[in-house]
């Protein structure tokens, strides 16, 4: 049997199809209800919602054997009752602005008139007051007295609602750990902003590369897509970081293959501390070569004032501890100097064939 509803009577129910003028619900009965399609259609003409989506929806009247439906009330749907209802109930009602008023607007909701205070119009981005004027929107009834004759509206709260909704349905998206779509907004000091699916976190910089990044321009720009691992989520305070480096491999699963004990490298220095200097080995790999290993130089020289960032150093490596990401340096002649010396004693053999003596070369003589 065909559940009755009262007019403004309010419920929870499923999309069952979407037609090109209709949106049909469940009504746990032999029929459905019906939704003109035109409220779920936005200015393009797409509509927001699929067969399977969850709506509140509340009973305008039967029309035609038609148990008839909408989310929000408004137009000439909305008599006192609907509109009480509304209130009670927290349900969105469809307006029309029509005038600017001494403190806010004149808004037509059926054939009632209500007010809605400037600082309850917009949200977040606000457009000029009289923007408003000649608009159809949607509010939340905040006050209703004296049998409907004064109807306070908010325009602001609809917003708010869709914010909240929206970040509800982002943080069951987006948790900690989870791979995602992002792009590039803006590039700062201290990192990049990135947009999620319309939400904006924040990519710093030591989460970029596993490489010391000096000009962020040179490694992302503006407007460019990436892949992301959120790091940490804070929805209570819309807070949301976002590593590029998690998903990149790390260059010290190889380190201890690839710069063995004994190992001679050129490199150059990329950090300079009070207990000695970082050497960069390779991409995002730095090692460290203590104070105490630098020659002619005291424990309490300022090594700041002897060597510079960039500078080239040849070193040796000591140890290495990949798991805990260190790297023990020594000072070490150079590649260059070493080759130098090897061409002068090794590779010159005399008439004999044995190896060059400068002195035998001499008695010769």
Not at 184 to 197: D, P, R
Request: proline share 2%; hydrophobic share 40%.
């Amino acid at each position: 049997m065909m559940n009755r509803f009262n007019i403004g009577d309010s419920f929870e129910t499923t999309v069952v199809a979407v037609t090109d003028t209709t949106v049909f619900v469940d009504l746990s009965a032999k029929s459905e209800g019906v939704i003109d399609v035109a409220e779920f259609k936005d200015e393009e003409g797409n509509v927001s919602v699929k067969e399977g989506d969850k709506l509140k929806v509340f009973f305008t009247g039967e029309v035609h054997g038609e148990m008839r439906f909408t989310t929000k009330i408004g137009g000439g749907k909305a008599d006192n009752t609907m509109i009480e209802n509304a209130w009670k109930g927290g349900i969105p009602v469809e307006g029309h602005v029509e005038a600017e008023i001494k403190g806010g607007y004149q808004v037509k909701i059926g054939n009632a008139r209500a007010f809605c205070p400037y600082s309850q119009m917009g949200y977040k981005k606000r457009e000029e007051a009289a923007a408003y004027v000649g608009k159809t929107m949607s509010f939340i009834i905040i006050e209703y007295k004296n049998d409907g004759k004064d109807i306070l509206l908010s325009n602001r709260k609809i917003g708010e609602f869709q914010h909240a909704e929206a970040l509800g349905k982002l943080a069951n998206e987006i948790k900690e750990g989870a791979i995602v779509e992002a792009s590039v907004e803006s590039l700062e000091k201290f990192g990049a902003f990135v947009n999620i699916q319309g939400f904006r976190a924040l990519l710093p910089i030591s989460e970029i590369s596993f490489d010391r990044i000096s000009d962020l321009a040179e490694v992302l720009e503006v407007g460019q897509e990436i892949k992301v691992q959120v790091l940490k989520t804070d929805w209570k305070n819309e807070r949301v970081s976002v590593s590029l480096k998690a998903l990149l491999k790390d260059p010290w699963e190889e380190a201890a293959a690839k710069f063995p004990a004994g190992t001679k490298v050129d490199g150059k220095i990329s950090k300079i501390m009070d207990f000695g200097l970082f050497v960069n080995l390779d991409k995002g790999i730095d090692g460290l070569v203590h104070i105490s290993e630098l020659e002619d130089i005291s424990a309490n020289t300022n090594l700041r004032k002897v060597y510079k960032i960039g500078q080239e150093m040849s070193v040796v490596v000591e140890k290495v501890d990949a798991e805990a990401k260190r790297i023990s340096l020594v000072p070490a002649s150079s590649k260059e100097q070493d080759e130098t010396a090897a061409k002068y004693m090794g590779s010159q053999d005399d008439d004999d064939g044995e190896t060059y003596n400068p002195f035998a070369a001499l008695l010769k003589k």
